[in-house]
């Protein structure tokens, strides 16, 4: 007989743990299952083990709000926050809900039986679960492999003793001392490898085809760390959360409303770090606005550090082709190198891979519309977890968690068994679903979901927005479905290209 448990959720990483966690503390008696496709809890946490691995947002928004984050450091390193998240699992018994080694490859939905049945595998065995409803938890990237341009002569270097790896995939026995190490890109992974490399490295070089704008942040949030002791950690978190929430949502505003006054900011900032005679414009002047891409942060100017002090440098260039001993760049110049980190990106993938069948038909993914940014048009008792570009990702991911309960509760109350968001608006125009410049982004988007020009189908970027629209908003709200068992709807999205 197929097991069946009332919700399935793929992924144990922060977000599918905290899934876990709001749903059983709002239906104590609700069944569940995680299934992750790797052999341990924490996700992108488990998975990268570079050197000087953090979070690129402090931990007090990037915590769970039911779990408060009370060590004195608010840019926390990735064992401690890989930590905080096993420790959650533990705590809460979620930890005995996990099937590791469960990688789920199709989900098909049957509204004769409001039902998804759930085909994984598992050691090369074919695994079936069915579920009245899926939470898809598995990020938005292929943890199986990280984004690496084709690089000409790589093969050169390789052949020459040299190494090139990628932050995805860091070898445990890697040793950099003494080493003359290249780290190619300038987003948040590779400011944070620079400085962290410069500990053993004889010297460390940042090369980036074009600058990103950095902001120094404390390593500890000094106001956190006195409320903690004045007034307790659960009011000092709730405190410092929405202080933390409030000023990034701040720097975002003005950088979206004043980009000039915030590039002048920026730069003011970076500036005074430098060393006097550095060519700020050439390495520090990006040619796009403050958060058209994603803002780096360093904790406590960590990268600047290295700089002042030569154990790092940087190189704006385009690289010709990889040498037997390093980097020929288009200026000609050649960057010495025994090892070459790629922090080239990552590669986006869609919920995992799995493929959605809603009554026997396929889902396409680019022709679906995303509602609320976490459920798609056409597809019942399915919610997803994308957390925000412009803040940290567990704020939007709680929300989710959040939403799904209330719309769990609102079916029960109602005796309702499907809810299915449609779009039957033919005015309504579509946009990606991440409108944000990334290489990342720009490279995969067309095989996600799209949005809507209008609410409910736009995916904000407005924590405080979110609050209201998803834990207090209306849940049947006119776009949502109610259906029982055996009940079909229409859902086909009207879409305006």
């Not at 629209?469 to 879409?495: H, I, S």
């Amino acid at each position: 007989m197929t097991e069946h448990v009332d919700v399935l959720i793929v992924g144990a990483g922060l977000s599918g743990i905290g899934a876990a966690h709001h749903l059983q503390d709002r239906f104590p008696g609700r069944t569940y299952t995680i299934l992750e496709a790797r052999d341990a809890i924490g996700g992108t946490w488990d998975l990268f083990r570079y050197p000087g691995v953090r979070s690129d947002s402090d931990m007090h928004t990037l915590g769970y709000r039911f779990k408060p984050w009370t060590q004195a450091k608010a840019i926390a390193d990735g064992p401690s926050i890989l930590e905080y998240v096993r420790e959650t699992a533990r705590e809460a018994g979620i930890d005995r809900h996990i099937r590791f080694g469960h990688r789920v490859q199709r989900a098909e939905w049957d509204s004769d039986t409001a039902r998804w049945t759930i085909a994984a595998e598992h050691d090369g065995t074919p695994v079936v679960i069915t579920a009245g409803y899926l939470l898809v938890c598995s990020g938005y990237y292929r943890y199986d492999e990280g984004y690496t341009p084709d690089f000409e002569g790589i093969d050169e270097f390789t052949a020459a003793g040299g190494q090139v790896i990628h932050p995805q995939h860091w070898p445990d026995d890697l040793d950099y001392a003494g080493k003359q190490v290249v780290v190619i890109g300038s987003g948040a992974t590779a400011v944070t490898l620079v400085p962290a490399m410069t500990d053993r490295a004889a010297h460390v070089t940042m090369l980036q085809r074009s600058p990103t704008y950095i902001m120094t942040l404390p390593g500890e949030d000094v106001v956190a760390n006195k409320l903690r002791k004045l007034v307790g950690p659960k009011r000092a978190y709730t405190v410092t959360r929405w202080k933390n929430v409030a000023a990034s949502t701040l720097i975002y505003q003005l950088s979206q409303r004043r980009p000039e006054m915030m590039k002048k900011f920026i730069r003011n900032m970076t500036v005074k770090q430098l060393p006097a005679d550095f060519d700020v414009d050439t390495h520090f002047k990006p040619t796009y606005n403050p958060w058209d891409q994603r803002l780096c942060l360093v904790p406590d100017g960590d990268l600047f550090r290295a700089l002042r002090a030569g154990k790092a440098s940087v190189a704006t260039d385009r690289i010709r082709r990889f040498t037997a001993g390093g980097i020929e760049l288009e200026s000609g110049r050649t960057l010495d190198a025994d090892i070459v980190v790629t922090a080239t990106g990552l590669n986006l993938l869609a919920f995992g891979g799995v493929q959605f069948v809603v009554d026997g038909k396929d889902v396409a993914l680019p022709e679906t519309l995303a509602y609320k940014g976490m459920m798609l048009s056409g597809v019942p008792n399915f919610a997803f977890t994308i957390g925000y570009t412009n803040a940290s990702w567990t704020l939007k991911a709680d929300l989710v968690s959040e939403f799904v309960c209330r719309l769990l509760a609102h079916m029960d109350a109602k005796g309702y068994d499907t809810a299915v968001p449609v779009n039957d608006d033919p005015t309504l125009t579509e946009r990606p679903l991440l409108d944000f410049a990334a290489g990342y982004v720009l490279r995969s988007i067309d095989q996600f979901p799209r949005a809507g020009s209008r609410a409910p189908w736009r995916l904000g970027m407005s924590y405080a927005h979110d609050v209201v629209a998803l834990r207090y908003g209306k849940v049947d709200d006119g776009t949502m479905r109610f259906l029982r068992a055996g009940e079909r709807v229409d859902a086909t999205p009207a879409l305006t290209r």
